[in-house]
């Protein structure tokens, strides 16, 4: 099954809006609570995923506070970070096992296609430009797992980068495996967070 | 097409029923493993300098959780830990939340915002944890009094639920 969905336009920052993509399936765009932040969002029968933008500026402190060096942190910064959330919604009374393998997502931006950077494409990279372990370890947990099998009630939060610049436009073919049936969705019009500089109270 | 759109907004609003559920981590399970093993045992010390020996805990349920300061969903099921902390007092029922690549400075200032008293050990080379099957922060393993890893949960719980410290003390008194 596969179903497209298109949030390009996200003007009214503040507006939250749900759109039934099918009888079964909804699409919702809007700011998360905690982080103050545009969030886009999928929730279907037992699967809920939010993408949160991060800012650059949050990333490079949270690594540069977990030990890598400035350059080391800025090369995150600038690569499109999602905070992303993956939930397994369904009821305990009717479970479903989801699984996914990031390496199965998509990302589409400016005519050409390329996938996620996951912990193990970062790990070589950190072997190469010598990051330090206590750093390493901070990076690996801290980046959403790249394959995981969830039970009902099990969720995950990590980061995912997308490896564009601030500021880009892309759309993303998210896909899962629900009691070993493939699933897709096409999102559409997802944002990177641009890279501004917040004074205190701004967020 | 009046049934139609009553049955598509009846499935819209169960979906988000569930949905919610899960936001407030009202979503109690703890999963069954398909194949417990023996949990590696392990030394660390702890937030407070006492060392942490998992093997000086056989004979009693162990839920022991793998965690980190900066993962909010780690945060947020701190203080649903430290009640539960509260509520197993007396039983054969202990909490041992080991904290993942961080130092004990970093771990002291957290509990000054999230008090708990249960032990907190700092597997700070990750050395603990990639000995069991973590894949995400934060995972729980519960340990059976024979030192077997029976059950898993991947996220939060509300630990303080009765619905689940009472799955403990069912798994406890067989």
């Given at each position: 099954m596969r179903i497209v969905i298109d949030g390009?336009?996200?003007?009214?920052?503040c507006i939250t809006l749900s759109i039934a993509?099918?009888?079964n399936a909804a699409f919702n765009i809007g700011i998360d609570e905690e982080a103050r932040l545009p969030y886009w969002e999928i929730a279907e029968p037992g699967v809920s995923i939010r993408l949160v933008q991060r800012l650059p500026d949050q990333t490079r402190g949270f690594f540069q506070a977990r030990g890598f060096s400035v350059e080391d942190s800025e090369v995150i910064a600038q690569s499109c970070v999602f905070q992303t959330v993956f939930k397994?919604?369904?009821?305990?009374?009717a479970p479903s096992t989801i699984e996914y393998n990031l390496r199965e997502w998509v990302v589409h931006a400016a005519g050409a296609r390329h996938g996620l950077k996951t912990r193990e494409d970062w790990e070589k990279e950190w072997t190469t430009r010598q990051a330090p372990p206590s750093a390493r370890l901070a990076f690996e947990w801290s980046l959403l797992p790249t394959r995981q099998r969830y039970r009902s009630g099990d969720y995950n939060w990590g980061m995912s980068v997308f490896s564009l610049k601030p500021g880009d436009e892309f759309d993303l073919d998210i896909v899962w495996h629900q009691d070993g049936k493939k699933r897709s969705v096409l999102l559409k019009g997802v944002r990177c967070a641009p890279d501004i500089h917040l004074k205190p109270g701004d967020l | 097409m009046n049934i139609l759109f009553r049955t598509a907004a009846l499935l819209l609003w169960l979906t988000a029923g569930v949905a919610a559920d899960a936001e407030t981590g009202k979503i109690q399970t703890l999963t069954p493993l398909d194949k417990p093993f023996i949990a590696p045992d392990f030394a660390l010390m702890g937030e407070d300098s006492k060392t942490y020996r998992?093997?000086?805990?056989?004979g009693k349920m162990v839920v022991l959780n793998f965690w980190a300061t900066w993962c909010p969903p780690c945060r947020d099921e701190m203080p649903s830990m430290e009640r539960a902390h509260q509520k197993i007092k007396g039983e054969d029922i202990v909490i041992l939340a080991v904290n993942v690549g961080e130092d004990g400075d970093t771990v002291f200032a957290f509990t000054g915002q999230y008090p708990v008293s249960f032990p907190l050990p700092l597997d700070f080379d990750g050395s603990v944890i990639a000995?069991?099957?973590?894949?995400?922060?934060?995972t729980t393993f519960i340990i059976n009094p024979q030192g077997n890893v029976t059950h898993r949960a991947i996220g939060s719980r509300e630990w303080d639920d009765d619905r689940l410290l009472n799955t403990l003390r069912k798994m406890l008194k067989p």
């Open positions: 390009t336009r996200l003007s009214v920052m993509a099918s009888a397994n919604i369904s009821s305990p009374s | 998992l093997s000086d805990y056989r000995k069991y099957p973590v894949i995400g922060l934060p």
